[in-house]
DNA sequence: ACGATCCTCCAAAGATCTTTGGAGGAATGG
DNA sequence: CCATTCCTCCAAAGATCTTTGGAGGATCGT
């Protein structure tokens, strides 16, 4: 039958996609990217891979439609190829994480979360209040470069590795809200316990920049 | 670093589902099962592969929590294990479509949609209103176990076989809109094609079932 | 034109997946 | 308790993917 061969195509093309979610240093190099766009090097830095490996990684994204290119000089910058693909990883990371009591075991481990009692969560709506009521001072606790490529309007940058020098001027001031990439990402779990460390009263976002970004609100790039 | 192995842990479960998903045959299973549940032998066969591979890939899906499993004397059928799986992968469709010139130009060849000017297509929001004021006669063009497992309130059941000796009844009462699987399923298109050579006024669904069903709108199941 | 940098492509080894037939397990019916 | 049905598990062959080092292409600055 040539319509049976027809639809095997259909599904050896979505199956294309598919395989490009399907290996976990691929994934890794996606959750970077929702950050915002990187060199090829960049990326097999963060994610602690040869660059022929990561170079590989990227064509299979890149046959897949999933990234897209841009050549500056020598270095070639590569980002999703659009904010849908960013919205299916962050569903693709939902489904897993309620359907998958592997996923949320490995989760929960990695982010050290205390079980039950986590107390100090913002959601995106609480967030939103708080900042135009100025309550609050909005943390960025991401690496400098996923800073300048989008952050929350209104939130300043303190990366991890600095954080401890700004607690004094943080102590007794407005109490702080920090946010990271996402759900999966440990930096803002740290930055909360750093500073309760420090005496400084601090909660976290619930999620963060991924789950920001897809859910269409407001962001701003460069130093703001 | 004990907390780079715990990263590395989270997104290698991560990749488990996202495999799942990385295999045109699996996606075929995802395809079925999201038109309701199935036995091995059934999928199988519908899918066209042997029973051991079809339990194989059955095993891949279960092992990523994808689907659930019920057993009814010999037999165990299998579906998928929430709405929200529907949802992803209706999702992944919807990216790969609009991202992929391949997945795009290999669906349009086996939809043998003509180009541009297709007429005659109705919307989901559409087709509610057209429903309520009952100006049109639905049909589910589906195989009967998926009609029978959920299909759109008010929608009577006319398979592609049989839907030639329907003619007749039709033509000349209310315009028919047909529908099926959803936006990867040539049925609707075939029985549009059908009715129009039979002179019976026939438009189709948009998309179909799984678009309807993630949409969250009511589903019936049974004969009604 | 040349060297330096950054990336992609190539080839090969090693790892992982897919498919198959058949053995074996679970449930049913006589 | 035996035969039947339906499914899962096993083993092995074949196919596909991943990782690597190094060759080679593109771009830039000198």
Redesign the interface.
């Known amino acids: 039958m040539e ?2 061969d ?20 691929r ?2 190099l996606v ?1 970077l990217l929702a950050q915002g766009e990187r060199t090829v090097e960049a990326l097999a830095r963060a994610a ?1 891979m040869g660059v022929s490996t990561a170079s590989a990684h990227l064509q299979v994204l890149k046959l ?3 990234v897209s290119t841009r050549r500056e000089g020598t270095k070639v910058h590569y980002r999703l ?2 904010d ?2 960013a ?2 990883y962050a ?6 994480r ?6 949320s075991r ?2 929960e ?2 982010l050290d979360v205390p079980g039950s009692g986590e107390v100090g969560i913002v959601s995106r709506e609480q967030l939103t209040d708080l900042l135009a009521s100025g309550e609050i001072t909005l943390l960025d606790v991401r690496p400098r470069e996923e800073y300048l490529a989008g952050h929350i309007p209104g939130a300043r940058h303190a990366p991890l590795g600095s954080l401890a020098d700004e607690a004094d001027g943080l102590r007794g001031a407005a109490p702080v809200v920090a946010y990271c990439r996402g759900s ?1 990402c ?1 930096m803002a779990h740290d930055a909360v316990r750093l500073l309760g460390g420090e005496g400084v009263e601090a909660r976290r976002l619930e999620d963060g920049m991924l789950e920001w970004r897809t859910a269409g609100l407001p962001v701003v790039a460069g130093a703001s």
Chains 1, 2 share one sequence.
């Open positions: 319509a049976d027809k639809r095997s195509r259909v599904f050896d093309e979505l199956a294309v996609v598919g395989k490009a979610f399907g290996s976990a240093k994934l890794e959750d602690d897949a439609n999933l190829a659009g849908d693909v919205g299916l569903a693709m990371r939902t489904v897993a309620e359907r998958s009591a592997d996923v490995a989760l481990a990695y999966f440990v």
